[in-house]
């Protein structure tokens, strides 16, 4: 097999994986509040728990999505008592997220889950020496720099539907 057959085998495993990512997506999951969520509901709470009081613009740029999909996605999250949107005192028109005790409850569900899938990769990882991990380290901040540059690149486009410039 020459060089190009073993890139493009590589490229068809990162597109398989990209491709199961983005199908988890649709799938919702209980943790531990009796509220079925999706990942973007939780991984927007925990946005929101890391940051304690933060406003729909600082929890935009720390998701990297518009104000108005936080927005959106705050509204959901305060429908389900998750969060609870407070005016910052002194400022009646900045208003703060915060969590709620169930919005915790989920929060500390999600760190659970994701304590699993971490030891799940650390016993994996475990099989590799430290010049491997090193390369592996590095070669997942290029690929991360890489598909911010191809991103940046396609920013005008369709995305969910809706044409953006």
Request: charged share 30%; proline share 1%; aromatic share 6%.
């Amino acid at each position: 097999m020459d060089r190009d057959d073993e890139y493009r085998i590589l490229f068809e495993k990162w597109t398989k994986i990209m491709n199961r990512l983005q199908e988890r997506e649709s799938w919702v999951r209980d943790y531990g509040t009796g509220d079925l969520m999706y990942p973007s509901e939780i991984h927007t709470l925990q946005a929101v728990g890391d940051s304690r009081g933060i406003n729909i613009t600082g929890l935009a740029e720390r998701l990297g999505i518009t104000a108005s999909g936080v927005s959106q996605m705050a509204r959901r999250l305060e429908k389900k008592g998750l969060v609870e949107k407070i005016k910052r005192s002194g400022n009646d028109k900045e208003i703060l997220l915060m969590m709620t005790e169930k919005g915790r409850a989920a929060y500390l569900g999600h760190e659970r889950h994701h304590t699993q899938i971490q030891e799940i990769l650390n016993r994996e990882l475990n099989n590799y020496d430290d010049e491997q991990i090193l390369f592996l380290s590095g070669f997942l901040s290029r690929v991360e720099e890489i598909c911010d540059e191809v991103m940046s690149e396609n920013s005008t486009g369709i995305k969910g539907g809706v044409v953006h410039e």
